[in-house]
T-cell receptor
Framework: QKEVEQNSGPLSVPEGAIASLNCTYS??????FFWYRQYSGKSPELIMF????GDKEDGRFTAQLNKASQYVSLLIRDSQPSDSATYLC?????????????????FGGGTRVLVKP | EAGVAQSPRYKIIEKRQSVAFWCNPI?????LYWYQQILGQGPKLLIQ????????DSQLPKDRFSAERLKGVDSTLKIQPAKLEDSAVYLC???????????FGDGTRLSIL
């Protein structure tokens, strides 16, 4: 079982619709969760992070975390063609005695999103 | 605020040659990471530095890869000798604190012939 799993897609959504992306993780000790957007040929760009159960909204993006079920999701409202990209889910575990060691991100393979006009 | 700087942007070498990449993190960021991203996959951590000390290098192929971060700022990643499977984008990232979001540089796209 992979540590962080995402559906590779492509997830095709019409312009103006809601894109829903899911990510599951295997380590129950995971504490921090990040969503990165990566355009083709570009580096990952942080768009959201969430630490607590529930929803966190930032503009058209909403991150949802359910630690009991070990999944984190990303909703993109009013999808635009410029949202077409690969979305990477990343998780890290709770730092132990060595605080720096805990900040190790494990990435999923990414979900490719295509927003069609 | 200046972002993470990496060079070169592209590199083409033949197998068994050596190559080096350079990274300058965001000012004040104590933690620096090197990732390898193979086409179609998520980034994989190779090595993590906290200031100039190595925190995690468990996935670094130490027989051919090496990295250093002198004076706790800039870092270099070296591959010697390169293999065909090393063709990938090498990403450098930095973060301010633990846990904290990581910010990525533009990466170096390495092609091995």
């Amino acid at each position: 079982q992979k540590e962080v799993e995402q559906n590779s897609g492509p997830l095709s959504v019409p312009e103006g619709a809601i894109a829903s992306l899911n990510c599951t993780y295997s380590d129950r000790g995971s504490q921090s969760f990040f969503w990165y957007r990566q355009y083709s040929g570009k580096s990952p760009e942080l768009i959201m992070f969430i630490y607590s159960n529930g929803d966190k909204e930032d503009g058209r993006f909403t991150a949802q975390l359910n630690k009991a079920s070990q999944y984190v999701s990303l909703l993109i409202r009013d999808s635009q063609p410029s949202d077409s990209a690969t979305y990477l889910c990343a998780v890290n575990i709770k730092p132990g005695l060595d605080q720096a060691a805990g900040n190790k991100l494990t990435f999923g393979g990414g979900t490719r999103v295509l927003v069609k006009p | 605020e200046a972002g993470v700087a990496q060079s070169p942007r592209y590199k083409i070498i033949e197998k068994r040659q050596s190559v080096a990449f350079w990274c300058n993190p965001i000012s004040g960021h104590a933690t620096l990471y090197w990732y390898q991203q193979i086409l179609g996959q998520g980034p994989k951590l190779l090595i993590q530095f906290q200031n100039n000390g190595v925190v995690d290098d468990s996935q670094l192929p130490k027989d051919r890869f090496s990295a250093e971060r002198l004076k706790g700022v800039d870092s270099t990643l070296k591959i010697q000798p390169a293999k065909l499977e090393d063709s990938a984008v090498y990403l450098c990232a930095s973060s301010l604190d633990v846990p904290a979001p990581q910010h990525f540089g533009d990466g170096t796209r390495l092609s091995i012939l």
